[in-house]
């Protein structure tokens, strides 16, 4: 069975920093490109950062370029989320997705397949 | 960014009916779009990929469809276990987007 399990999340005031972990179980991590996506309270979702399975390209939204940082260790199955200087319309319900691909007749198109159940975050003075 | 447009936002539906949403893109993304079911105080769940390609062991009454710039997704005939918010998202670009969402309700 597959399982993703996020941690780490919790009342931060703004301006602090947070480090969320998403611990994976059930597949081969290390295959996977993995994805942070959240979801503010009784809004939609959105994706925040992206990393390839060897760690050769990583994406991060406008949103959270430059303060935060995604890192992964292949060797522990494991996927992270460094935040910093976290403002309040960073509060939200983060989830951890893994990525696979379709191979459309050789053009690869992208899906989140696997999510995890989330890790509040909530940034409050 | 590409912009994904749902409507409606909400429809209300009786178990049974045939429900039909959909997502328009800003710019076209060929079939690079992909729908997700989300219960509340749950995970998303993916329902579609590639616009028309059915996720392992979701039920088949799920279908989408479409190319370009407009998708559908039609629920054939709805569950009780269907009333949720659908989201779509495209994944031809980074920043990889969502659409607002289309809640079902009852």
């Known amino acids: 069975e597959v399982q993703l399990v996020e941690s780490g999340g919790g009342l931060v005031r703004p301006g602090g920093s947070l480090r969320l972990s998403c611990a994976a179980s059930?597949?081969?991590?290390?295959?996977?490109?993995m994805n942070w996506v959240r979801q503010a309270p009784g809004k939609g979702l959105e994706w925040v950062a992206s990393?390839?399975?060897?760690?050769?390209?990583?994406y991060y939204a406008d949103s959270v370029n430059g303060r935060f940082t995604i890192s992964r260790d292949n060797a522990k199955n494991s996927l992270y989320l460094q935040m910093n200087s976290l403002r309040a319309e960073d509060t939200a319900v983060y989830f951890c997705a893994t990525e696979e691909y379709y191979d459309s007749r050789g053009t690869y198109i992208s899906y989140f397949d696997y999510w995890g159940q989330g890790t509040l975050v909530t940034v409050s003075s | 960014d590409i912009r994904m447009t749902q409507s409606p936002p909400s429809l209300s539906a009786s178990v049974g009916d045939r429900v039909i949403m959909t997502c328009r893109a800003s710019?076209?993304?060929?079939?690079?779009l992909n729908w997700y079911q989300q219960r509340p105080g749950k995970a998303p769940r993916l329902l579609i990929y590639a616009a028309s390609n059915l996720q392992s062991g979701v039920p088949s009454r799920f279908s989408g469809s479409g190319s370009e710039k407009d998708f559908t997704l039609t629920i054939s005939s709805l569950q009780s276990d269907d009333f949720a918010t659908y989201y779509c998202q495209q994944s031809y670009f980074t920043p990889r987007t969502f659409g607002q969402g289309t809640k079902v309700e009852i």
């Open positions: 710019q076209t993304i060929s079939t690079f």
């Open positions: 990393i390839t399975s060897t760690n050769d390209y990583i």
């Open positions: 059930g597949i081969s991590f290390s295959s996977y490109s």
